[in-house]
C-alpha cells in the first residue's frame, strides 16, 4: 500500500509530500496521530518544498551580486543610513506601488550591497528580480538589436517587478545608451520598480546624457517615484578586510 501511494505521490510531482509520508511511516510518534493531523502534515510539507523550490529559482534567476539580507544591515552612524526609512522598504510596499530607489555614494560604501539586501528579501516575498550592471546592460541590448531579438528582450526586462541597475552612469552615455535606457525605463514607468546604484548624486545625473530633453523626461519618471539613500562613510570593503585580518 505505502509503495503504491509513494508512486501515486510521484507521478503528482508531490516531493515535499513523499519525504513526509516516508517520515511518518518510519516514526513511531507519527503513527499514533489522527488521520487529519497526519494529512496536515503531509500538505504543510509541500507548501514548505514548493516554497522553498520557488525561492531558489527566483535567487538563481535574479544573479545578485552580493549574498546580502536586510537582517545584517549596518546603521554606523557614519553611513547616514536611516533606521526608519529602511525598516520602511523592507516591507516593500515600494514595490506594490511601483515605486524606486536611488542608492548613490562614494565607491566602497555599500550601495550595491544593499540593493542585493532588498533584492534578496523581494525574493523571499515572491517578486521575479535582476540584478544588472548598466554597462553589460547595455551591451546586451546592442547585441540584441544585432540578432532582431531587441524587442523580445525590451519585454523581458519591463516584466521584472524589481529590477537592480548597478553602476549608473560609471561614464557619459552615447545617444543610442540613452535612447535605449530610456526605452527600458520608460516601459517600466508606473507598472514596475527600479533601484539603482551610482556614485555620482542625482542631481549630476542629467549632466550624463547627451540629449538634455529625453533626459529630462527619464530623470522625471526614475526620480519623481523614488527614495533617495545617499550613503558616507568607510569603504565598507576596507572595514571587512580589516576586520578579517584581526
Keep these: 500500500m505505502n509503495i503504491e501511494i509513494i508512486r501515486q505521490m510521484q507521478e503528482l510531482r508531490l516531493d515535499g509530500m513523499i519525504h513526509e509520508f516516508e517520515q511518518q511511516c518510519t516514526t513511531q510518534e507519527s503513527l499514533g496521530l489522527s488521520f487529519n493531523t497526519r494529512l496536515l502534515g503531509l500538505l504543510n510539507?509541500?507548501?514548505t518544498y514548493k516554497s522553498n523550490k520557488r525561492l531558489?529559482?527566483?535567487?538563481?534567476?535574479?544573479r545578485l551580486?552580493?549574498?546580502?539580507?536586510?537582517?545584517?544591515?549596518?546603521?554606523?552612524?557614519?553611513?547616514?543610513l536611516s533606521r526608519d526609512v529602511m525598516e520602511s522598504l523592507i516591507t516593500l510596499d515600494w514595490i506594490r506601488h511601483h515605486r524606486n530607489i536611488c542608492f548613490t555614494g562614494a565607491s566602497g560604501v555599500g550601495k550595491t550591497w544593499l540593493a542585493c539586501a532588498l533584492g534578496h528579501e523581494a525574493c523571499l516575498q515572491g517578486f521575479p528580480v535582476l540584478f544588472k550592471k548598466v554597462r553589460i546592460l547595455l551591451e546586451e541590448l546592442q547585441a540584441a538589436k544585432m540578432t532582431g531579438t531587441f524587442h523580445r528582450l525590451m519585454?523581458?526586462?519591463?516584466?521584472?517587478?524589481l529590477l537592480i541597475l548597478d553602476d549608473w552612469a560609471v561614464e557619459p552615455f552615447s545617444s543610442q545608451q540613452q535612447s535605449d535606457l530610456f526605452e527600458l525605463i520608460d516601459e517600466r514607468h508606473l507598472s514596475c520598480s527600479t533601484i539603482i546604484t551610482a556614485q555620482m548624486p542625482v542631481v549630476a545625473w542629467h549632466d550624463a546624457f547627451p540629449n538634455k530633453n529625453?533626459?529630462?523626461?527619464?530623470?522625471?519618471r526614475l526620480i519623481n517615484t523614488s527614495y533617495q539613500i545617499e550613503l558616507s562613510g568607510d569603504s565598507m570593503r576596507r572595514k571587512k578586510k580589516v576586520n578579517r585580518s584581526e
Design 56 to 62: 531558489q529559482m527566483l535567487l538563481k534567476k535574479a
Design 155 to 161: 519585454t523581458q526586462l519591463s516584466r521584472y517587478p
Design 45 to 47: 510539507a509541500e507548501v
Design 214 to 220: 529625453i533626459a529630462d523626461s527619464m530623470m522625471d
Design 65 to 80: 551580486k552580493e549574498l546580502a539580507s536586510v537582517h545584517s544591515i549596518d546603521y554606523s552612524g557614519g553611513r547616514k
